[in-house]
C-alpha cells in the first residue's frame, strides 16, 4: 500500500532553515511526480510545489518562489522540501502527495503532514 | 484570496442532495482538469475526484464532478453525516505556473 510519511518539521525563528523529508513507500517512487502543499492553522489548501518524476522539471507557488526548493532523491525513495529564510506566515502543517498519473494534475495519497512553527 | 472561488460553506438535511461549485478563469479551470478533495476533521486531505469528473476507486459514486467552462462543481447525493467536512477544488493555473486551491468549503449535514 502507499504510504507517505513526512518528517523535519518543528518550531524555527524567522529567518532561519528547515528541510523537510517525505519518505514514499508502496509504489515506484521514481516513476510519479510529487507535490508539496500546506496548510496554515485553521486555513485551507495552499499549493507550495511540484516536482517531475525525474527531478528536471520544478513549479513553486508565487509566494515561496526563491526561498524554499524541491528536490528527490529517487535511490532513497525520498522528496525533499528545503525552506531558507522562512517567514512567520510559512507557519503550516506540510503535506507531500504523490500525482496520479503523468500530467500531475491530482494528488492520489498523501501523507500525514509535518508541523512547521516559524516563531520568534 | 483564493484564485477559486468556493462558497465557505454549504448545508443540507440527511439522505438531500447538495452542490458546491468552484469558479475560476480560462487559465486555470478553463483549460486544465479540476481535481475535489475532502478533508475530516484533523486528517490529510482525500481524492475524491479527478480530471474533472472520475472518480477514483473506492469512492462511492455518490460523489461527482462536472465542469463547464471556468466553473466546476462538485455533487453529493444521500448526504450522510460522515460526509461532514471541507471540501477543495484544484487546478492547474497556466498563467502562474502553478497548482491552485479554491479556498475550501465547510459542509454540514444537519
Known amino acids: 500500500q502507499v504510504q507517505l510519511v513526512e518528517s523535519g518539521g518543528g518550531v524555527v525563528q524567522p529567518g532561519r532553515s528547515l528541510r523537510l523529508s517525505c519518505a514514499a513507500s508502496g509504489f515506484t517512487f521514481r516513476s510519479y511526480g510529487m507535490h508539496w502543499v500546506r496548510q496554515a492553522p485553521g486555513k485551507g489548501l495552499d499549493w507550495v510545489a511540484v516536482?517531475?518524476?525525474?527531478?528536471?522539471?520544478?513549479y513553486f507557488a508565487e509566494s515561496v518562489r526563491g526561498r524554499l526548493t524541491i528536490s528527490r532523491d529517487n535511490s532513497k525513495n525520498t522528496l525533499y522540501l528545503q525552506m531558507n529564510t522562512l517567514r512567520i506566515e510559512d507557519t503550516a502543517v506540510y503535506y507531500c502527495?504523490?500525482?496520479?498519473?503523468?500530467?500531475?494534475?491530482?494528488?492520489?495519497?498523501w501523507g500525514q503532514g509535518t508541523l512547521v512553527t516559524v516563531s520568534s | 484570496q483564493s484564485v477559486l472561488t468556493q462558497p465557505p460553506s454549504v448545508s443540507a438535511p440527511p439522505g438531500q442532495k447538495v452542490t458546491i461549485s468552484c469558479s475560476g478563469s480560462?487559465?486555470?479551470?478553463?483549460?486544465?482538469?479540476v481535481s475535489w478533495y475532502q478533508q475530516l476533521p484533523g486528517t490529510a486531505p482525500k481524492l475524491l475526484i479527478y480530471?474533472?469528473?472520475n472518480r477514483p476507486s473506492g469512492i462511492p459514486d455518490r460523489f461527482s464532478g462536472s465542469k463547464s467552462g471556468t466553473s466546476a462543481t462538485l455533487g453529493i447525493t444521500g448526504l450522510q453525516t460522515g460526509d461532514e467536512a471541507d471540501y477543495y477544488c484544484c487546478t492547474w493555473d497556466s498563467s502562474l505556473n502553478a497548482g491552485v486551491f479554491g479556498g475550501g468549503t465547510k459542509l454540514t449535514v444537519l
Open positions: 480560462s487559465s486555470n479551470i478553463g483549460n486544465n482538469y
Open positions: 502527495g504523490k500525482c496520479r498519473g503523468n500530467d500531475c494534475y491530482s494528488i492520489d495519497y
Open positions: 516536482i517531475s518524476y525525474n527531478g528536471d522539471t520544478e
Open positions: 480530471d474533472n469528473n
